[in-house]
Each structure stands twice: as C-alpha cells, then as structure tokens.
T-cell receptor, first 113, second 114 residues
Framework: GESVGLHLPTLSVQEGDNSIINCAYSNSASDYFIWYKQESGKGPQFIIDIRSNMDKRQGQRVTVLLNKTVKHLSLQIAATQPGDSAVYFCAEIPNQAGTALIFGKGTTLSVSS | DTEVTQTPKHLVMGMTNKKSLKCEQHMGHRAMYWYKQKAKKPPELMFVYSYEKLSINESVPSRFSPECPNSSLLNLHLHALQPEDSALYLC?????????????FGQGTRLTVV
C-alpha cells in the first residue's frame, strides 16, 4: 500500500491497496483528535476519533494512530475503494478553555479502479 | 437525527446586499459553530456559540454577524461583503463540555459575492 511519512497534499492509490494519510498537529495541549472525510460539494463527515490517552483506535476498515512524542496522527484505510476518494482532514481540540476544533491541512485521496 | 441542516445551499449576493445563512440541529447540542472554507483549504473557525452565548470570535470582520436565537438555530447575517468573502460556509454542532466529542457538520452554503 501507499505510505507517506510527511504530509502530502495528494495521494493516489489503486483500488484494493491500503492507504496511509499523515497529519502533524500543532498543539501539545490537544487531547482529542478526529479524522474527517469531505467529498466534493459536501460538508466534512466524521470518520474516526482518538483521545490522547490512546495510541491506536480501529474502526471499520480504518485505523487511527497517534504519536504524541512527535505530534503525529495517521489514518490508515484498508482495501481502499473508489468511494473513499475525497479530501481527508485531521482535526484537533486543545484541552484549553475557549478553544474549538482546529483543522489541519487536507490530503486529497484519489482511488483508481 | 444526526443532521445539521443549512439553508440556502447556494447564495449569490451583491456587495450592497444583506442576506442571512441559517443552520438548524435537533441533536440537543449546546455548542454551535461557523466555519469558512476556501477552495482546497481546510475549514477555518469563525465563531463558536456555547449555550446560546458567543464564546469565540476569531477576529472576524463585522460584516459577518452571528446570532443564536435558541439552542437549535444558528444564523450568520451578511452585510456589505467583498468578493474575497466568497467561500463555503459550514455550520457545525457538538455536545458541550468534557470530554470533547465530534462536531457534526452541515452540507454548507456556497456563497458567491459579486
């Protein structure tokens, strides 16, 4: 499968491959992280979340990994399908009063059949 | 019902117009948000309402005026906008308090200022 160590704005994979999308977050005080999927013309859709007391969480075909030491988050999609084509954003919420969900840079995933 | 409904879906307005964007949710969420999203960019936070009170204003120009009439509704009043304000405006809601939970987003209003 495709794997990138640093954030890249685009990722192209073949159907059936595994995809890994990376994200670096900025605030060491953040304690809650979310991956969103945004299809063209639509709002962001929740995929999976993880709290800072965990380093891995699995959903259906998706896994999120959290490395607090280097402030890095990744989303793994197993057996990528054409319907997975979208822009993927990581988002963080700092554990501080007066803050809200802050989005990282997106990665456009293109899946070809 | 896990929907956040935004109206209208599309809006074209002149620089001298006054218009409003509307957002509604019936999930009992007490935190509601406005985000602005330019093409190929992540959503940027504009305003946060917590228990119908404005809690965060991310230095948004006064030509954008939010309003939260009740716990289910959030409006964004627009006046004297500039062409560079053209963007997708997203509304979101979430449960208030700790621990934090995910925000649910509407489909957005595609705004074009001419």
């Amino acid at each position: 499968g495709e794997s990138v160590g640093l954030h890249l704005p685009t990722l192209s994979v073949q159907e059936g491959d595994n995809s890994i999308i990376n994200c670096a977050y900025s605030n060491s005080a953040s304690d809650y992280f979310i991956w969103y999927k945004q299809e063209s013309g639509k709002g962001p859709q929740f995929i999976i979340d993880i709290r800072s007391n965990m380093d891995k969480r699995q959903g259906q075909r998706v896994t999120v990994l959290l490395n607090k030491t280097v402030k890095h988050l990744s989303l793994q999609i197993a057996a990528t399908q054409p319907g997975d084509s979208a822009v993927y954003f990581c988002a963080e919420i700092p554990n501080q009063a007066g803050t809200a969900l802050i989005f990282g840079k997106g990665t456009t995933l293109s899946v070809s059949s | 019902d896990t929907e956040v409904t935004q109206t209208p879906k599309h809006l074209v307005m002149g620089m001298t117009n006054k218009k409003s964007l509307k957002c509604e949710q019936h999930m009992g969420h007490r935190a509601m948000y406005w985000y602005k999203q330019k093409a190929k960019k992540p959503p940027e936070l504009m305003f946060v309402y917590s228990y119908e009170k404005l809690s965060i204003n991310e230095s948004v120009p006064s030509r954008f005026s939010p309003e939260c009439p009740n716990s289910s509704l959030l409006n964004l009043h627009l006046h004297a906008l500039q062409p560079e304000d053209s963007a997708l405006y997203l509304c979101a809601s979430s449960q208030e308090g700790q621990p934090n939970t995910e925000a649910f987003f509407g489909q957005g209003t595609r705004l074009t200022v001419v």
